[in-house]
């Protein structure tokens, strides 16, 4: 049995998809950020980084988003969400390192400024880029999204694109104008019209 902590509103809607579309057994221990829960004595036993999602598994514990996605992947290889083909498993791993190292630090700039400066000024000037940020990380994804004729990342649905989608979802509460990205709203439309993706979805707002 697997359990993946996770929090509405994060990153960790891209796991709750993950487990879904494999069908694997898994359980849900929600965390509530509102009463930071995720800084709790418990927790921290889980997941020393105070973050989510964090993923326990009969071999230990995992965390950080794009390993979980890949071992998720990897307990159900019949659901296809990562690539047999070596390139095209090492394009799913390059873009869910992008999204990991660049597109969430870039909108965590909006909120979470004391994880880089002490300074209450450097916090709302980090804040104040944050549409700029974000809206060219979305240019950057458009172009991504380039690479195929179908909606997704590589030929087939993959992990990686529930990665995107997981930040993407965060584009518009970041001041990034959605209408000059086609690509990547057809992104969003394809992912939230897999039935195993929606159930997730509709636990996360």
């Given at each position: 049995m697997l359990t993946l902590h996770l929090?509405?509103?994060t990153i960790s809607v891209a796991a709750h998809i993950a487990l879904e579309e494999t069908g694997l057994p898994h359980e849900l221990a929600w965390l509530d950020f509102g009463r930071a829960e995720q800084t709790s004595e418990s927790y921290a036993r889980v997941n020393p980084k105070l973050r989510v999602p964090a993923l326990v598994t009969p071999?230990?514990?995992l965390t950080?988003?794009?390993a979980i996605l890949e071992h998720i992947a990897s307990l159900a290889p019949e659901a296809d969400l990562m690539p047999a083909d070596p390139w095209a498993a090492a394009k799913a791993r390059e873009a869910m390192a992008w999204c990991a190292a660049t597109f969430?630090?870039?909108?965590?700039?909006?909120?979470?400024?004391?994880r880089w400066a002490d300074?209450?000024?450097?916090?709302e000037a980090m804040a104040a880029k944050v549409p700029e940020t974000m809206t060219a990380c979305a240019s950057l994804a458009e172009e991504m999204l380039t690479i195929t004729d179908g909606p997704w990342l590589l030929e087939?649905?993959?992990?990686a694109d529930f990665h995107l989608h997981a930040i993407a979802r965060w584009l518009p509460g970041d001041g990034v104008?959605?209408?000059p990205f086609s690509r990547l709203q057809s992104h969003a439309a394809a992912v939230a019209s897999r039935p195993?993706?929606?159930r997730a979805l509709s636990h996360h707002g």
């Open positions: 929090a509405r509103g071999d230990g514990i950080e988003t794009p969430h630090v870039a909108h965590a700039h909006k909120m979470r400024g004391a300074d209450p000024d450097a916090h087939a649905v993959s992990v104008d959605l209408a195993a993706a929606a």
